[in-house]
């Protein structure tokens, strides 16, 4: 299957600084990426979908200003935790969008953020 | 908003039983997908569905793409110790099919007694 990376695996910061998780397809160009958050023994929550080239789509009630994205090229979405506070503790997860006749999303293997 | 429903939550069996799970909608998907997920990771693709009635086998799993195109299953033969992991369907709704989102059941968490 296709290749999704993420960096880092985990973060610690403290409260009040910002973190930047990164998410690179590997091996084929994605112009659409996807961040979800995860909470124990809960589904995946999608957070909002990067475009390459232009602005992110946020799902309801994720604010744009406290995540903002970056998806700078075809391999690579950035998002960052502005100002993190403990509750923004969580698993953070990208996938990337391959398309074409089967159009199907690869996942990376997650950022672990705590704030302390 | 729209939903999976998906079953059973958890499942506790013994290796070498036969697993099977499903996912149900109230509306109509175009793509229903399998994904397993391990402690601490991220989810692994198992089986992509494209077309209704679709039977794709991956190893000793096998998925299907309902006929109705609201319900997909998912069956696991000969469990095995490392078939222990949270599984996850998702489908995309007819009605997304321009933005690639999928929307995900809430898992079925398979425990395997060796």
């Known amino acids: 299957g296709a290749v999704v990376s993420q960096h880092p695996s985990r973060v610690i910061c403290k409260s009040g600084t910002s973190v930047k998780i990164e998410c690179r397809s590997l091996?084929?160009?994605?112009?659409?990426m996807f961040w979800y958050r995860q909470f124990p023994k809960q589904s995946l929550m999608l957070m909002a979908t990067?475009?390459?080239?232009?602005?992110?789509?946020?799902e309801q009630g994720v604010e744009k200003d406290k995540f903002l994205i970056n998806h700078a090229s075809l391999t690579l979405s950035t998002l960052t935790v502005t100002s993190a506070h403990p509750e923004d503790s969580s698993f953070y997860i990208c996938?990337?969008?391959?398309?074409?006749?089967?159009?199907?999303?690869?996942f990376g293997p997650g950022t672990r953020l705590l704030v302390l | 908003g729209q939903q999976l429903n998906q079953s059973p939550q958890s499942m506790f069996i013994q290796e070498g039983e036969d697993v099977s799970m499903n996912c149900t909608s109230s509306s109509i998907f175009n793509t229903w997908l399998w994904y397993k997920q391990d402690p601490g990771e991220g989810p692994v693709l198992l089986i992509a569905?494209?077309?209704?009635?679709e039977l794709t086998s991956n190893g000793r799993l096998t998925a299907q793409f309902g006929i109705t195109r609201k319900d997909s299953f998912l069956n696991i033969s000969a469990s095995i110790p490392s078939d222990v992991g949270i599984y996850f369907c998702a489908g995309q709704p007819e009605t997304s099919s321009n933005t690639g989102k999928l929307i995900f059941g809430q898992g079925t968490t398979l425990q395997v007694k060796p």
């Open positions: 990067s475009n390459e080239g232009s602005k992110a789509t946020y």
């Open positions: 091996d084929f160009q994605a112009t659409t």
């Open positions: 569905l494209y077309k209704a009635g």
């Open positions: 996938s990337a969008l391959r398309t074409g006749v089967k159009e199907t999303q690869y």
